[in-house]
């Protein structure tokens, strides 16, 4: 018999622990990857509140196990476990699935923040979290994981650049170029909307569905980013310029 959730949101179906109970369901599925159970039981009983079916890995190894055989739409990762470790994890699961990833770690430094985000995944989130703020997050990463591209294939002769929306593809001055996840959507925005200017706002908003001062500077770092990849001389873009305080724009015309 379906549950229903005891939440404020008395009307959402509760989701299915798929680790003691199978069910075929439109539900979307979160695999959560973390050694500590107490921790990965709490975030099962947030999900489940919000409508979503989960599952639980303990370790790297199991959590390629029950991707492969559950296919999960959205993947919560903790970074510090044993033997492997999340990075390693990540790279592992990223060979056998496309769902988006979400870090959930007690690691708060910069430089593991960034290199999260460098690697391609969604969004990074601190422990101790607060619960509503996990959902809507999730919820933010489901949603933008199905949209549609608006363009499969941008294309401008002028400065020689083409990105394939579907293959995630970009050739720059005939070289192929591989982008990490978030740069890729991040030049794909811009290509979309050239030659105008984008504003800081709106890169925030689609890119993490959020507008806080910490979004605004992982746009600056993945610019930054960009910048090194694409430009000639990234102290003096020709490419990728900004308007400050506004946001930025990508040049089609030399």
Same mark, same amino acid.
């Given at each position: &018999?379906?549950?229903?959730?005891?939440?404020?949101? *008395?009307?959402?179906?509760?989701?299915?622990?798929?680790?003691?109970?199978?069910?075929? *369901?439109?539900?979307?599925?979160?695999?959560?990857?973390?050694?500590?159970?107490?921790?990965?039981?709490? &975030?099962?009983?947030?999900? #489940?509140?919000?409508?979503?079916?989960?599952?639980?890995?303990?370790?790297?190894?199991?959590?390629?196990?029950?991707? %492969?055989? &559950?296919?999960?739409?959205?993947?919560?990762?903790?970074? #510090? #476990?044993?033997? #492997? !470790?999340?990075? @390693?994890? %990540? @790279?592992?699961?990223?060979?056998?699935?496309?769902?988006?990833?979400?870090?959930? /770690?007690?690691?708060?430094?910069?430089?593991?923040?960034?290199?999260?985000?460098?690697?391609?995944?969604? !969004?990074?989130?601190?422990?101790? %979290?607060?619960?509503?703020?996990?959902?809507?997050?999730?919820?933010?990463?489901?949603?933008? /994981?199905?949209?549609?591209?608006?363009?499969?294939? %941008?294309?401008?002769?002028?400065?020689?650049?083409?990105?394939?929306?579907?293959?995630?593809?970009? @050739?720059?001055?005939?070289? &192929?170029?591989?982008?990490?996840?978030?740069?890729?959507?991040?030049?794909?925005?811009?290509?979309?909307?050239?030659?105008?200017?984008?504003?800081?706002?709106?890169?925030?908003?689609?890119?993490?569905?959020?507008? /806080?001062?910490?979004?605004?500077?992982?746009?600056?770092?993945?610019?930054?980013?960009?910048?090194?990849?694409? @430009?000639?001389?990234?102290?003096?873009?020709?490419?990728?310029?900004?308007?400050?305080?506004?946001?930025?724009?990508?040049?089609?015309?030399?």
């Amino acid at each position: &018999m379906t549950e229903t959730s005891s939440s404020p949101n *008395s009307h959402t179906t509760r989701g299915f622990d798929l680790d003691n109970f199978t069910e075929a *369901s439109p539900r979307k599925r979160a695999l959560i990857v973390d050694d500590e159970i107490e921790s990965t039981t709490l &975030m099962k009983m947030v999900l #489940m509140s919000a409508g979503l079916d989960v599952i639980g890995a303990y370790s790297g190894h199991e959590s390629l196990v029950k991707c %492969y055989k &559950m296919h999960p739409d959205i993947i919560l990762l903790d970074l #510090m #476990m044993p033997v #492997m !470790d999340g990075w @390693e994890t %990540y @790279e592992k699961l990223r060979d056998i699935t496309d769902a988006p990833f979400m870090i959930v /770690s007690a690691k708060t430094g910069k430089e593991d923040i960034i290199r999260g985000l460098d690697i391609g995944v969604e !969004d990074y989130v601190t422990k101790p %979290y607060h619960p509503a703020e996990l959902i809507a997050r999730v919820n933010q990463i489901l949603n933008r /994981s199905q949209a549609a591209p608006l363009v499969q294939l %941008y294309h401008f002769p002028e400065i020689n650049l083409k990105i394939n929306t579907n293959s995630h593809e970009v @050739e720059f001055n005939q070289r &192929m170029i591989e982008l990490p996840k978030k740069e890729f959507q991040l030049l794909s925005i811009l290509a979309y909307h050239a030659p105008e200017t984008v504003t800081n706002e709106t890169l925030a908003k689609e890119l993490w569905g959020d507008n /806080s001062d910490k979004i605004q500077n992982r746009i600056k770092h993945l610019i930054f980013v960009l910048r090194h990849t694409l @430009e000639q001389d990234p102290s003096h873009p020709v490419l990728i310029r900004n308007r400050e305080g506004i946001g930025y724009r990508l040049v089609i015309k030399p």
